[in-house]
């Protein structure tokens, strides 16, 4: 399958991206510290494939949310803030015997060692997806299916509604999947990286950490990566600082040396951001990039604006946020080399009436 997603005849009224995944309410914590010494939290929303959708929804696009939440407060709570974002969360089914998932956090970085989480999602709403209660009818007619590994780490339902889904079919829409790598969530910790390695051939896009493949595979290096999975037609490996490296076309598995032709590669360096808060920037990225590919933008526009809407998510204390204007992030990611390198963005920088700082 090419690297951008095919239109189908119910364009005009289907979402043009389907994410499908549990989303949980976030606690967030009022002072930075240990969980044990902060005194209160604020309520939020947290989930990979939700902030994704929530994401495109408020870029422009026509984006759905699929799931299960409790017949509960929190499930209420969960499905009246993703629609307040323009998603589309008629596709989210209520669960009257499993509650909704939430979990608490620190405020500081999740790669860091004193970030602590605390979930409460065992037996959740969410881990109940499978086969039998996912609403199939809505996914054929859109562009892009957006999954993550998350959701194959909640159960063995899930892992099944996963391998399903990625199955080739006639028809399939585009299957994005973002690895989120997280080994606390696996019962198995030891199957984890097969399984993901599996989905991730399995898919059409696939959005990967470098840290992340070195974690669950154990390779190192974009190259590597590619070596490692050859079968997704765009393969996005983000590198931190150093930028995301992009592998369009199918590699060639007999390619000689030890590292198949990985087809054509396009590397595009990072932003300078001021931090605010180092969260939720992946599902950004995965978001504006999925954006700029529904918009049929080339390679490097693509990292480019996935490169953007994280930035607006890092310079803004939550996981969500309202994206930079299309035409300013447009005109942004237009700029030559030179002059996208001496970019640095700050809180407020999505404004249109600020002024973009460069160095």
């Keep these: 399958m090419s690297g951008t997603p095919a239109r189908t005849a119910d364009a005009a009224t289907a979402a043009e991206v ?16 240990r969980l044990a010494d902060v005194p209160s939290f ?9 902030n994704v959708a929530c994401a495109l929804a408020a870029a422009g696009h026509r984006a759905a949310w699929v799931s299960r939440v409790g017949a509960d407060g929190f499930g209420d709570h969960l499905v009246e803030a993703i629609a307040g974002y323009g998603v589309d969360t008629s596709g989210v089914r209520r669960d009257p015997s499993r509650p909704t998932g939430i979990y608490f956090r620190t405020a500081t970085d999740r790669a860091t060692d004193v970030h602590e989480v605390a979930y409460y999602r065992a037996g959740s709403a969410a881990s109940a997806m499978s086969p039998d209660n996912i609403p199939y009818a809505t996914l054929p007619a859109t562009r892009v299916l957006h999954l993550s590994g998350i959701t194959a780490a909640l159960s063995a339902d899930c892992l099944a509604l996963l391998h399903d889904l990625t199955a ?15 080994p ?4 198995d910790a030891d199957a984890s990286p097969e399984v993901l390695l599996d989905l991730a051939r399995r898919s059409d896009l696939v959005f990967v950490g470098e840290d992340e493949a070195e974690e669950a595979w154990g390779v190192t290096g974009a190259a590597a990566i590619r070596a490692a999975l050859p079968e997704p037609a765009t393969l996005v490996v983000k590198r931190g600082a150093e930028g995301a490296t992009v592998f369009s076309g199918t590699a060639d598995t007999q390619g000689t040396a030890d590292i198949p032709d990985a087809g054509d590669i396009t590397t595009v360096p990072a932003l300078r951001v001021d931090v605010v808060a180092p ?12 954006s700029a590919t529904l918009r049929d933008l080339p390679v490097r526009d693509r990292v480019r604006h996935g490169h953007l809407m994280a930035a607006a998510v890092l310079t803004v204390p939550g996981d969500l946020t309202a994206p930079p204007a299309r035409a300013h992030a447009d005109s942004l990611a237009a700029l030559d080399d030179e002059a996208w390198g001496r970019l640095r963005l700050g809180p407020g920088w999505t404004g249109d009436d600020q002024e973009v700082r460069t160095t």
Excluded: K, Y
């Excluded at 549990?22 to 009022?30: D, K």
């Excluded at 939020?44 to 494939?49: L, S, T, W």
């Design 18 to 33: 389907v994410c499908l995944g549990e989303s949980m309410v976030t606690f967030l914590p009022s002072q930075p510290g």
């Design 184 to 187: 606390g969530l696996w019962r």
């Design 42 to 50: 604020g309520r939020g929303i947290g989930g990979a494939e939700s």
């Design 279 to 290: 969260v939720g920037a992946g599902d950004a990225f995965a978001a504006g990039f999925l």
């Design 168 to 182: 080739p079919r006639p028809g399939r829409p585009l299957i994005s999947f973002d690895v989120n790598h997280r």
